[in-house]
């Protein structure tokens, strides 16, 4: 099993920036892809950021030029550092894994608890 626990959320002024961490942990043997989503009271939830174990990047359309997504291998930790936040930035942001865990080399998707995120004046 993996346990994701994210930190960093808050409250923001638009323009403001936060970084987000997501600590990932358990009987991890490789993490493919690690990344954020976000859900907006209302809306669906959506991809924010993600990024493979090689390094490969893909952002929502939204979020580019803005947030940067990076991740330390070694630690197992993710990170979202947003910056130029706005009020539609506002939602609960999830940390996201593709990990391949225990003795049975099983592989599967893993959620955190999720992390609110406030950008308003």
């Known amino acids: 099993q993996v346990q994701l626990v994210e930190s960093g959320g808050g409250l923001v002024q638009p323009g403001g920036s936060l970084r987000l961490s997501c600590a990932a942990s358990?009987?991890?043997?490789?993490?493919?892809?690690m990344g954020w989503y976000r859900q907006a009271p209302g809306k669906q939830r959506e991809l924010v950021a993600t990024?493979?174990?090689?390094?490969?990047?893909n952002y929502a359309d939204s979020v580019k030029g803005r947030f940067t997504i990076s991740r330390d291998n070694a630690k197992n930790t993710g990170y979202l550092q947003m910056t130029s936040l706005k009020p539609e930035d506002t939602a609960v942001y999830y940390c996201?894994?593709?990990?391949?865990?225990?003795?049975?080399?099983?592989?599967?998707?893993?959620w955190g608890q999720g992390t609110q995120v406030t950008v308003s004046s």
């Open positions: 996201y894994v593709d990990a391949v865990s225990g003795f049975l080399r099983r592989k599967g998707d893993y």
């Open positions: 990024m493979t174990s090689g390094g490969t990047t």
């Open positions: 358990g009987s991890i043997l490789s993490i493919n892809v």
